[in-house]
């Protein structure tokens, strides 16, 4: 089963990459597709889009874009939409995650920057989570959708050096130790995007199923 990966964030897809690789041997006996999944990235196909996040849900930002990839592509497409939720600031930046800091061109080092600058005057701890939702379009554009959580906190100093966006600032609070000083098998197992593509087997399963059955 070929599988798109509606993304052309490198460290998005290395990661997903990485979890399915980590999911196989764990999962393979349950989850047949498995064996046969391929998956296909947006440089594979040389297909590039630029997709307006201007739904009001992940779900629907993730729906956006896995159509966008679904239609360019007719290949079963996988895409998410993820954000960091902080308690304190009523959830923001949520679905903002990716373009919260304010100046054109932010960096991920710009946004967590923007982020501790909104937090030094209110207390701590600073409780927060990461959210994903997995959108997959199946051969007939049918969506599904499976979610993830993963709770922490966030800390004013980054931490460790593995992992992409507001990694270095969020801390596990029960392991003591940030998304980047974690090894990405360690991520693999714990992330929220790690636990929605974990929550999607079921439904890619059901997908695979009906694939062999046409």
């Not at 992940?58 to 679904?70: Q, R, T």
């Not at 100046?103 to 501790?116: M, S, V």
């Not at 199946?138 to 050096?161: F, K, S, W």
Request: hydrophobic share 40%; net charge negative; charged share 25%.
């Amino acid at each position: 089963m070929r599988l798109l990966i509606a993304s052309q964030n490198p460290g998005k897809i290395k990661e997903i990459q990485a979890i399915f690789k980590a999911i196989k041997p764990l999962a393979g006996k349950r989850f047949s597709f498995l064996e046969d999944l391929e998956l296909v990235t947006t440089n594979d196909l040389d297909i590039h889009i630029d997709v307006d996040e201007t739904g009001q849900s992940y779900a629907e930002n993730a729906a956006l874009k896995v159509l966008a990839f679904y239609k360019a592509s007719k290949l079963i497409t996988l895409a998410d939409d993820s954000g960091l939720e902080v308690s304190i600031l009523d959830g923001a930046p949520g679905l903002h995650s990716a373009r919260y800091a304010p100046q054109p061109g932010a960096t991920d080092a710009d946004r967590r920057a923007y982020l501790l600058q909104q937090l030094e005057c209110l207390p701590r701890p600073w409780g927060a989570r990461f959210h994903c939702t997995v959108a997959v379009a199946d051969r007939e554009g049918v969506l599904h959708y499976a979610e993830g959580n993963c709770p922490g906190e966030i800390i004013p100093e980054e931490r460790g050096t593995h992992g992409f966006g507001y990694d270095p600032i969020f801390l596990l609070t029960e392991l003591g130790r940030t998304m980047a000083e974690m090894s990405m098998a360690e991520k693999n197992q714990l992330s929220h995007r790690a636990r929605a593509l974990q929550a999607s087997l079921p439904m890619l399963q059901e997908i695979y199923e009906m694939e062999k059955r046409t």
